[in-house]
């Protein structure tokens, strides 16, 4: 069955880098669009970053600049490289695999980044 699992969370001062590693298994990962989102407390879920099947890319206006999806196909991974982080980034992010905007997500369970000011 289709696995999504979140690493790399965690507490950071402002100003700090976190890397958020998803590993997937149980579909072709290198044919899907992978993506990262986050949702804060009392706030929708919402799409931080993109990745294509062949590396194009899209970010949140509010993350670009700061923040860096890349993916391995060979390894089922993609990451999140977050620097500069703001108080504002504490969310729960989630990895995010799609085929197609018309086909069914799957979704991982979630971790945590928590940004202190």
């Known amino acids: 069955q289709v696995q999504l699992v979140e690493s790399g969370g965690g507490l950071v001062q402002a100003g700090g880098s976190l890397r958020l590693s998803c590993a997937a298994s149980?579909?072709?990962?290198?044919?899907?669009?992978m993506s990262w989102y986050r949702q804060a407390p009392g706030k929708e879920r919402e799409l931080v970053a993109r990745?294509?099947?062949?590396?194009?890319?899209d970010y949140a206006d509010s993350v670009k600049g700061r923040f860096t999806i890349s993916r391995d196909n060979g390894k089922n991974t993609v990451s999140l490289q977050m620097n500069a982080l703001k108080p504002e980034d504490t969310a729960v992010y989630y990895c995010?695999?799609?085929?197609?905007?018309?086909?069914?997500?799957?979704w991982g369970q979630g971790t945590q980044v928590t940004v202190s000011s």
């Open positions: 149980g579909f072709t990962f290198s044919s899907y669009f």
């Open positions: 995010n695999a799609q085929l197609g905007l018309h086909y069914m997500a799957f």
């Open positions: 990745i294509s099947s062949v590396g194009g890319t």
